[in-house]
Every structure is written in C-alpha cells, then in structure tokens.
C-alpha cells in the first residue's frame, strides 16, 4: 500500500479531521452500537444458527409446535429440521438458502409479524418437495409421483408435523420447554424478583 493510502487509512481510522469533543462523541457511539451487537448476537444465541441442530428451531417460540410435532414423530429419529427445510444440492446452496430463509424469520419474528398459522413460503415448496423424493425415492418408484407437479407430498401426507393449527390453538402438553437465553444474571434478577 502506499505511502498516500495509508495516511488517509490512518485519517479515517483515527478521525483525525474531526473535533476532539466529536471524535469522542463517535467512538462512545461506535462502542455503544459494538457492545449492543455483542447483547443481541447473544440472546438471540445467533451462533446455534450455523448448526444443523433442530433445538436452534425453537429459538423462536413459534416454532415449538413444529419442534413437538418432529421430535415424538417418525421423522425425529432419522432426520433433522435441516434435512428437509433446506437445499442439499450443494453447501453454497446450503448456507446461502439458510441465512436468506433465517433473515427473513429474525424480520418476521421480532416484529412479531408471524402469521397465526405457518405456511411454507413459496421459496420452500420446491425445497421440501425435493428433499421428500430425496429420501423416499423407493416409495415414490412405484406410486410415480416423483416427476408429478401436480400435487406435494404433504396433499396426502398431512400428517408430517400434525394437523395445521392456529398458534394460538396449540396444545400446551406437547410444546417443549424454551432453552435458556439471555446472559445469567438477567435470569437470576427475573427469578429473584419473581419470588418477593
């Protein structure tokens, strides 16, 4: 790098054409924003994303019916939420469907704009459809519906996480317990205060 460059670089970094009182105003806030970033990244336990674990699901409440559903159905015992919600085609297909499809639940979720009953999204249809032939090409040889475009899987085979129902509607026998987040002496605070 250049001698000009770098002094420039050195410039931005330091902000040195600003006042001191604005120099100090901006790393508070560049601090402030860092440190906001830390708290989020950890009570949203963001890192669980990266994994193909099906508790990362019941992150979101509105998932745990699904997580029930799966996790006391033949399907939790052989397969993975991943191994039917995303693409295996490849693993920049992989990752890129996952934080797409996981940017647009954090959207949809924080702003508690979730529809009352989950649907797939169109972009999911052909993706569950895909993985269903996937693993039950031997079933499928025979009843032909593989190459169908007509009708998914789950026309007849509704039963795959239960009966479609409200959130509202949901049993509370079924639904697991929500994992811990958010930092110890949070939860701590909260359980003390609860017992006064």
């Not at 790393?27 to 994303?49: C, D, H, T, W």
């Not at 649907?119 to 031997?138: G, K, M």
């Amino acid at each position: 790098m250049s001698e000009r460059k770098s002094s420039r670089l050195v410039r931005l970094v330091t902000l040195s054409a600003l006042s001191p009182r604005w120099r100090v105003a901006v790393f508070a806030l560049l601090g402030v924003a860092a440190g906001l970033g830390v708290v989020v990244v950890r009570i949203s336990n963001a890192a669980s994303y990266l994994s193909d674990s099906p508790r990362t699901c019941i992150n979101c409440h509105v998932m745990n019916n699904a997580y029930a559903t799966w996790f006391h159905g033949s399907h939790g015992r052989v397969a993975v939420c991943n191994d039917c919600h995303v693409p295996h085609d490849n693993v920049l297909a992989k990752a890129t469907f996952k934080a797409t499809d996981g940017l647009k639940h954090s959207y949809v979720f924080t702003l508690r704009k979730e529809p009352q009953v989950l649907r797939l999204s169109r972009s999911a249809v052909p993706v569950v459809q895909t993985n269903c032939i996937r693993c039950h090409h031997d079933q499928l040889a025979m009843v032909r519906l593989a190459g169908s475009e007509e009708r998914k899987c789950w026309d007849c085979h509704e039963n795959i996480h239960g009966p479609v129902r409200s959130l509202a509607a949901s049993q509370e026998l079924i639904r697991p317990p929500l994992p811990p987040v958010g930092l110890g002496w949070m939860a701590r605070l909260l359980e003390s205060r609860a017992d006064r």
